[in-house]
């Protein structure tokens, strides 16, 4: 079964941190190349971070610096350690692959209000 559930979100203040996870199926995680998106209210989704074809990983400007991904091959599950958070952080956070996309999951929320 092809499933992406994201976890980890919430309520921070400007400046704090939050870790995220992505547990996907195994049939994606072992064939794909995974990433963060968001949402923000109004918005289209964007890319946030995700892993290359390269072995590496790239990041939108807006988080480098403040985010990184990362993946635990045991477990299938994708992380985005988010640093110094910002209001305009404010999203709904959801993973998925780059490319051809997997049906998305339910996604989490971060809001960052003081």
């Known amino acids: 079964q092809v499933q992406l559930v994201e976890s980890g979100g919430g309520l921070v203040q400007p400046g704090e941190s939050l870790r995220l996870s992505c547990a996907a199926s195994?049939?994606?995680?072992?064939?794909?190349?995974m990433a963060w998106y968001r949402q923000a209210p109004g918005k289209q989704r964007e890319l946030v971070a995700g892993f290359t074809s390269g072995g590496s990983t790239d990041y939108a400007d807006f988080v480098k610096g403040r985010f990184t991904i990362s993946r635990d091959n045991a477990n299938n599950t994708v992380y985005l350690q988010m640093n110094s958070l910002k209001p305009e952080d404010t999203a709904v956070y959801y993973c998925?692959?780059?490319?051809?996309?997997?049906?998305w999951g339910q996604g989490t929320r971060v809001t960052v209000s003081s």
């Open positions: 195994r049939i994606i995680f072992s064939t794909r190349l």
């Open positions: 998925n692959t780059r490319g051809r996309f997997a049906p």
